[in-house]
């Protein structure tokens, strides 16, 4: 092999060397591209599933019922002769309300009295009114119960209200876009006494929430 052709094949080599590497080290390629996509369609996603799960906003426009009425009122109205206490029993799968459980020592047993304060707004078609009505002309279904529970109307300190006294609750419609609900389980008092306690009640809830 001649000198010439010897130094024409290394520039030869040579060159497809500096091909090589270049090809190998080029900073941009179609792969990726793509993956810097999906890594920022990850960080979108994930900030969107970070909203959804916050809680709604109608759960901070309601006040802590605990907050709606005292445990000396509780007292008072029910006639309690030992120390009633408080807890905040709101559930988190029930983002759209509000429920205390005023407790205390009874003579046979505990006793206790919940509230409850919904909001309806960002709801079905139903409105407070409606669903107080409701109860009214159709009753309560329960499930394991054939026929609906029915509940009797009573005037909850000029709100529209509905009671059962056999299921110790009492709900009432502060307005199309608010209710209460009191569950009162507590003993030595007749329905019309019991039903006369509750409105008393009534018109101490209406009043503190109008506050807010």
């Known amino acids: 092999m001649s000198k010439k052709s010897f130094n024409l094949g290394f520039m030869y080599i040579f060159f497809i060397v500096i ?35 916050q809680p709604m906003t109608a759960i901070k426009e309601l006040p802590d019922a605990c907050s709606l009425i005292s445990n000396e009122a509780i007292k008072k109205f029910f006639q309690v002769k030992s120390n009633v206490g408080h807890v905040d029993i709101t559930s988190s799968l029930k983002p759209n309300t509000r429920t205390c459980n005023f407790y205390w020592d009874g003579e046979n047993s505990k006793s206790n009295v919940i509230v409850e304060l919904r ?30 529970i029915p509940f009797n109307v009573f005037d909850a300190a000029g ?26 389980n507590v003993s030595g008092f007749d329905e019309k006494s019991k039903l006369a306690l509750i409105k008393n009640l009534a018109k101490e809830l209406n009043a503190n929430f109008a506050k807010y």
């Open 19 to 53: 091909a090589f590497l270049s090809c190998k080290n080029e900073p941009t390629t179609e792969n990726s591209v793509l993956d810097n996509i999906q890594q920022e369609s990850t960080v979108v996603s994930t900030t969107e599933a970070s909203d959804e799960n």
């Open 119 to 148: 909001n309806y707004s960002g709801e079905s078609e139903a409105t407070a009114n409606t669903t107080i009505q409701n109860l009214v002309n159709v009753g309560m279904l329960v499930n394991g119960i054939d026929n609906p």
């Open 159 to 184: 709100k529209n209200g509905a009671y059962s006294d056999a299921q110790a609750r009492y709900f009432w419609a502060y307005n199309d876009q608010y209710s209460f609900m009191v569950v009162a």
